[in-house]
């Protein structure tokens, strides 16, 4: 596609309930990036998927947290049992590689509110 | 661990001002460094980069050192217009298989016509 996009652009849950938030990539981006940025604060490196090896979960705050990419295409994050502190604009990013000279290019995020 | 940080704002110019939005950085080995900006309603965008020491990136007017010796990346820009007005975050990116980016808290920018 012409760009990263992202779904849905807004979701407001109640506190306990599990939600799933979509990423799609820039077709032939072999890496994808989520990224959390709540109120006030810098974004938050959550995870990341290069091709098809293991993914890096390093950043995921919590076992709440889990995301899945099915080869080099559509990625999904799920949070389980949300809580108030999970709200946040979740961020996606994709890039041909993780080369230092590769452009990260951000989706729009999804604004998430847990009530 | 890696961070960022960078001035606090907002900050609110008038328009053909001079600006200055700090950034340091703390990092292991030779990071790349970039300045990011989110335009209101829009996403992230790159707005320019710097990989290694003494380099200076630029784009739109705006221009960025890369200081070693002071591990800083300051955001300049000579004249700023009311289309400039956006949030400014800069970000680390270090070496090794993630590639992840590392962002600052960001600073709103407000230019008054």
């Known amino acids: 596609g012409a760009g990263v996009s992202q779904s849905p652009s807004n979701k407001v849950t109640e506190k306990g309930k599990d939600v799933e938030l979509r990423c799609d990539p820039i077709?032939?981006?072999?890496?994808l990036y989520w990224y959390r940025q709540r109120l006030g604060q810098g974004l938050e490196f959550l995870i990341y998927f290069q091709g098809n090896s293991a993914p890096d979960k390093s950043g995921l705050p919590s076992d709440r947290f889990s995301a899945e990419r099915t080869g080099e295409s559509v990625s999904t994050l799920t949070i389980q049992r949300t809580q108030q502190e999970d709200s946040a604009v979740y961020l996606c990013?994709?890039?041909?590689?993780?080369?230092?000279?590769?452009?990260?290019?951000f989706g729009p995020g999804t604004r998430l509110t847990v009530l | 661990g890696n961070s960022v940080t960078q001035m606090e704002g907002p900050v609110t110019l008038s328009e053909e001002a001079f600006l200055t939005i700090n950034c340091t950085y703390t990092a292991t080995g030779y990071p790349s460094l970039f300045w990011y900006v989110q335009y209101p309603g829009e996403g992230l965008q790159l707005l320019l980069k710097?990989?290694?020491?003494?380099d200076k990136g630029s784009n739109k007017g705006f221009e960025a050192t890369y200081r070693k010796e002071t591990t800083s990346f300051h955001l300049e820009k000579g004249s700023v217009q009311v289309s400039d007005s956006a949030v400014y975050f800069c970000?680390?990116?270090?070496?090794?298989?993630?590639?992840?980016?590392?962002f600052g808290k960001g600073t709103k920018l407000s230019v008054k016509p």
């Open positions: 710097a990989t290694k020491a003494d």
């Open positions: 990013a994709s890039s041909r590689g993780t080369s230092l000279f590769n452009e990260q290019f």
């Open positions: 077709s032939g981006h072999t890496a």
């Open positions: 970000a680390l990116r270090s070496g090794g298989s993630q590639g992840n980016l590392i």
